[in-house]
């Protein structure tokens, strides 16, 4: 089944999974609101990664650090120099555009490397049109910085400040005082989920590049020594998180990023890539950044960020870096449960085939009737199993009519409270792939749910 964007982002609407930001007002470009539905979904990932990466391995701690980190950090990061894409403007239709991107959607060449000055060449002697309305009048190629900039109310040197483009300086601020108030040894990581944000040019695909987005960041402090071994350790734990919320390893790709592209700060970055509708895009990185941004720390702050064991030289830890975008997360498990089906009887039904442990709604309850004692029965039985997750009561037309309302969420397993329950203490069960029905004692549920669906 050829998947397509335009579907899932209506599912995603009709559905309260994900909505247009500000639409009272026109909408607000590449911003979005998580709605009832999805930011359940969105809670499970970073609940999940929490628990995984953080609370249950011993060589870990968290944080939650600040957006607005003092300016200098950015300097010593190189981000003011460094994080900037390539700019050009129509002058007809004042269409903004990445030049880079112009150049190699057109010409099929690689823009890394080249001058501002070379590519505004390549766009003019080509004779580039402009995407939106056809003309080839553009301004000249120039540097645009990603970081968005406010104004604080002090004044002087620091009075510019930057909301954070990336979660991981602060983990690198606050190494002194982790160790200086933990009993870490080394390695050990520092986890963080944050919003970070970027002044893209031309971001879109839905949720895939929006210009306010969350990480879910660790920084491994290490030993430089034998980080080969670490570094595949991580890739697998990765994978395994891949396939632990549902991503299917055929649509899973690994890049290595070759040496002559590889950023400023790194020694080697794989990124794993997922076959989304809009092509094989970047879905998590990990990246062996060396000894980078303490030493610039150090250096700009004038404070040493060292490790120190007794018996050994004092030093600066090298760091290994994966990083997990939830956005992109969110996208790619409903791109993966996104899923059209045609029935034996000629009928099609939409349904997200999620994990158990990412659906929003991990059961649903049918009174058949909303009469009599069936609903009274129907939320005894929601209250017994609301330590499972979100559990919903529904009485809201036909039975099959919630079926596929429930299908199209992503719901893994549906009860139906009839008039036998009501006589022998039975409900009938729905699974949501196969839509096989099972008749089970009420007292029995609790334990078939968790052993099922969700062990």
């Not at 390539?86 to 007809?92: G, M, R």
């Not at 700009?300 to 290994?320: A, C, I, M, T, Y």
């Not at 079926?403 to 009938?428: A, F, M, N, Q």
């Amino acid at each position: 089944m050829q998947k397509s964007m335009e579907k899932i982002v209506a599912l995603c609407k009709r559905r309260g999974i994900i909505f247009p930001s500000s639409e009272i007002y026109g909408g607000f470009a590449n911003s979005y609101s998580y709605g009832p539905l999805g930011s359940e979904i969105k809670k499970n990932i970073t609940d999940l990664w929490w628990k995984r990466f953080v609370r249950d391995r011993q060589d870990m701690v968290g944080i939650d650090g600040p957006i607005l980190l003092h300016p200098k950090t950015w300097q010593a990061s190189g981000h003011l120099d460094n994080f900037n894409d390539q700019l050009v403007d129509c002058k007809q239709c004042k269409t903004r555009f990445r030049a880079d991107h112009l150049v190699e959607s057109a010409l099929d060449i690689d823009c890394e490397g080249l001058s501002d000055a070379d590519v505004g060449k390549l766009i003019a002697e080509n004779e580039i049109k402009c995407p939106q309305c056809g003309a080839q009048d553009w301004t000249a190629v120039r540097k645009f910085n990603l970081m968005f900039s406010t104004e604080m109310a002090k004044t002087g040197e620091e009075s510019t400040a930057y909301l954070r483009p990336e979660t991981a300086q602060a983990i690198f601020l606050d190494y002194k005082n982790v160790t200086d108030s933990t009993r870490v040894k080394l390695p050990f990581g520092i986890g963080q989920i944050g919003k970070a944000f970027r002044n893209e040019i031309t971001p879109g695909n839905f949720i895939f590049r929006v210009i306010e987005f969350e990480q879910m960041e660790i920084e491994y402090f290490i030993r430089p020594d034998g980080w080969e071994k670490l570094f595949d350790e991580w890739f697998t734990a990765m994978k395994q998180w891949c396939a632990d919320i549902g991503l299917s390893a055929k649509h899973l790709h690994d890049y290595e990023h070759p040496k002559e592209k590889l950023s400023h700060y790194s020694k080697r970055t794989i990124d794993i890539e997922y076959d989304f509708p809009f092509g094989k895009k970047e879905l998590y990185g990990l990246a062996y950044r060396t000894d980078f941004d303490l030493s610039q720390h150090e250096k700009f702050s004038n404070q040493k960020l060292r490790w120190r064991d007794e018996g050994e030289e004092p030093f600066v830890p090298h760091v290994l870096e994966p990083t997990f975008g939830v956005d992109r997360t969110v996208l790619a498990i409903l791109c993966e449960g996104y899923t059209e089906e045609t029935l034996e009887d000629g009928s099609e039904r939409t349904v997200l085939k999620l994990a158990s442990a990412m659906a929003p709604v991990k059961v649903a309850i049918f009174p058949l009737m909303k009469k009599d004692a069936l609903p009274e029965k129907a939320q005894e039985i929601l209250k017994s199993l609301q330590p499972l997750g979100l559990i919903q009561y529904d009485d809201g037309g036909a039975i099959g009519k919630r079926y596929r309302r429930h299908d199209e969420i992503g719901t893994p397993v549906c009860v139906t409270v009839d008039y036998d329950s009501l006589k022998d203490d039975t409900v009938t069960i729905r699974d949501r792939d196969t839509m096989e029905q099972e008749r089970i004692q009420i007292s029995e549920l609790k334990t078939v749910l968790e052993e099922k669906y969700f062990a």
